[in-house]
């Protein structure tokens, strides 16, 4: 339930939503999914947030990113942490929540509906928190795939869940084979 005149902002966890995203077999299509939102309510800013490894010389994400900035989302980025597991595996940390959190809770006063592309349930008090406020919250995430993407508790605590794979037609393109491939480097492994 959107409302043409109220002030929007999209808050997008990269990882999150390619993870979900992956798992029902499509990729995004960052132009149409701003294009939708665009036409859902008025604008006031789209952030992504992404780990990067900043060590590579090449990083499969790197043209998202670059393409994200100078196309009107807001990027906000972090080198990601490199670190080996107790079975000697190479796992990649980049946690961007805290970001997204303190993002959200600055807007929060200048608009009226928040979207958070998230199935995480650590954000669920940060959802109660937005709408104390008075903030609308909207979470798209997927409870489709196995397991289902989205934490019971972040599903309950939204004023709206809409599911991404209802949105494959609107903001989806068949999946490329190296496409962003790196965005699960920055999930919370």
Same mark, same amino acid.
């Given at each position: 339930?959107?409302?043409?005149? !109220?002030?929007?902002?999209?808050?997008?966890?990269?990882?999150?939503?390619?993870? +979900?995203?992956?798992s029902?077999?499509?990729?995004?299509?960052?132009?149409?999914? $701003?294009?939708?939102?665009?036409?859902?309510?008025?604008?006031?800013?789209?952030?992504?947030?992404?780990?990067?490894?900043?060590? !590579? &010389?090449?990083? =499969?994400i790197?043209?998202?990113? #670059?393409?994200?900035?100078?196309?009107?989302? %807001?990027?906000?980025? *972090?080198? +990601?942490?490199?670190?080996t #597991?107790?079975?000697?595996?190479?796992?990649? *940390?980049?946690? /961007?929540?805290?970001?997204?959190?303190?993002?959200? /809770? !600055?807007?929060? =006063?200048?608009?009226?509906?928040?979207?958070?592309? @998230?199935?995480?349930? #650590?954000?669920? =008090?940060?959802? &109660?928190?937005?709408?104390?406020?008075?903030? $609308?919250?909207?979470?798209?995430?997927?409870? $489709? %795939?196995?397991?289902?993407?989205?934490? #019971?508790?972040?599903?309950?605590?939204?004023?709206?869940?809409?599911?991404l794979?209802?949105? $494959?037609?609107?903001?989806?393109?068949?999946?490329?084979?190296?496409?962003? +491939? @790196?965005?699960?480097?920055?999930?919370?492994?």
């Amino acid at each position: 339930m959107f409302y043409k005149d !109220e002030r929007l902002a999209l808050f997008i966890d990269g990882s999150n939503l390619y993870a +979900a995203a992956k798992s029902l077999g499509f990729d995004i299509d960052y132009k149409l999914l $701003r294009q939708e939102f665009v036409r859902r309510g008025r604008m006031i800013r789209a952030f992504y947030y992404t780990a990067l490894l900043e060590n !590579e &010389e090449y990083s =499969p994400i790197r043209p998202l990113v #670059d393409w994200l900035h100078y196309n009107g989302f %807001s990027m906000v980025t *972090k080198p +990601a942490k490199e670190y080996t #597991d107790s079975q000697g595996r190479r796992k990649v *940390k980049g946690n /961007m929540d805290i970001e997204l959190t303190v993002d959200a /809770m !600055e807007l929060a =006063p200048r608009v009226d509906h928040i979207v958070l592309f @998230s199935g995480d349930g #650590d954000f669920r =008090p940060l959802v &109660e928190s937005l709408q104390r406020q008075g903030v $609308r919250v909207s979470v798209v995430s997927t409870i $489709r %795939s196995q397991p289902p993407m989205i934490a #019971d508790e972040l599903r309950r605590q939204a004023d709206n869940f809409i599911e991404l794979d209802e949105l $494959r037609t609107v903001i989806g393109r068949p999946p490329r084979d190296q496409d962003e +491939a @790196s965005e699960r480097q920055a999930s919370n492994g």
